[in-house]
């Protein structure tokens, strides 16, 4: 089992910037990819970013420029940061574990953005 906790999240007015931590916890395989999702109201839940266990990374289209994932493998943690934020990127970012050696998807609880004046 993979536990996963976010935290970073809040209110943010547009053009600012947040930083969102997830950290795994349990049984971890050292090859795995962590990446970051996101949901509005009434919308599917997106792709945001992936990073693998070496470093390679993926983005959406329109977070390409303004958004960062990294991790930090000592700490089992996954990071996003989030620049130059946009209204519509208001949304619950859920981090997400995922592994060959697994046969299952682990989600954390999911944190809220929001972008507001």
């Known amino acids: 089992q993979v536990q996963l906790v976010e935290s970073g999240g809040g209110l943010v007015q547009p053009g600012g910037s947040l930083r969102l931590s997830c950290t795994a916890s349990?049984?971890?395989?050292?090859?795995?990819?962590m990446s970051w999702y996101r949901q509005a109201p009434g919308k599917q839940r997106d792709l945001v970013a992936r990073?693998?266990?070496?470093?390679?990374?993926v983005y959406a289209g329109s977070m390409k420029g303004r958004f960062t994932i990294s991790r930090d493998n000592a700490k089992n943690t996954v990071y996003l940061q989030m620049n130059s934020l946009k209204p519509e990127d208001t949304a619950v970012y859920y981090c997400?574990?995922?592994?060959?050696?697994?046969?299952?998807?682990?989600w954390g609880q999911g944190i809220q953005v929001t972008v507001s004046s």
């Open positions: 990073i693998t266990s070496t470093g390679s990374t």
């Open positions: 349990g049984s971890i395989f050292s090859f795995n990819d």
């Open positions: 997400q574990y995922a592994s060959s050696r697994s046969p299952y998807i682990y």
